[in-house]
């Protein structure tokens, strides 16, 4: 997205529009569609302000059941302060692309119904998920416990 500062002045003016979305190349991200932005610029002494909103869709693999997941990515309160630039020209886009990269999650999960069932692959992964509590952490240092004694009595034999 690129802004003529010619057409900038100290009062905001309004930018909208579409840009393709290749300039998001991110590993794990798969952008669906295009980088669409509503912003308002301005200038005011030496600096350009922007404010407003970048919207993007894409997939991101589940870190449970590795299947594409849809995503919706939204930077609701873009907002940047700019040295002015010497041609003339100012290149929003790469300041997008980290505002929107910033907003991925890191390990997004698909919802499992009540079933345990994934809806994207129809995995079924039973009480792996369930959310119920395994046993308590002292009966792990038990059995722990239970090794050293049976190796101390193997050692003695």
């Known amino acids: 997205m690129i802004l003529k500062i010619i057409h900038l002045n100290d009062e905001p003016a309004e930018f909208q529009g579409e ?3 290749d300039f998001l190349d991110w590993e794990g991200f798969h952008p669906t ?5 509503e912003i308002n610029a301005w200038i005011q002494e030496d600096k350009i302000y922007a404010h407003g909103h970048i919207f993007c869709e894409g997939t991101v693999s589940c870190a449970r059941c590795l299947e594409e997941l849809p995503i919706t990515l939204d930077v609701p309160d873009y907002a940047g302060c700019y040295d002015l630039p010497e041609n003339g020209d100012l290149d929003l886009t790469p300041h997008f692309r980290e505002e929107i990269l910033i907003g991925l999650p890191s390990y997004k999960k698909c919802e ?4 345990s069932k994934c809806p ?3 995995r079924y992964w039973g009480d792996v998920f369930s959310g ?3 046993p308590p952490l002292a009966d792990h240092w038990a059995a722990l416990d239970r090794l ?3 190796k101390k009595n193997k050692d003695k034999n």
């Open 19 to 21: 840009v393709p979305s």
């Open 33 to 37: 569609g295009p980088v669409s932005y």
């Open 112 to 115: 499992l119904d009540e079933h």
């Open 120 to 122: 994207f692959s129809g």
């Open 132 to 134: 119920t509590p395994g």
């Open 148 to 150: 050293k004694i049976e």
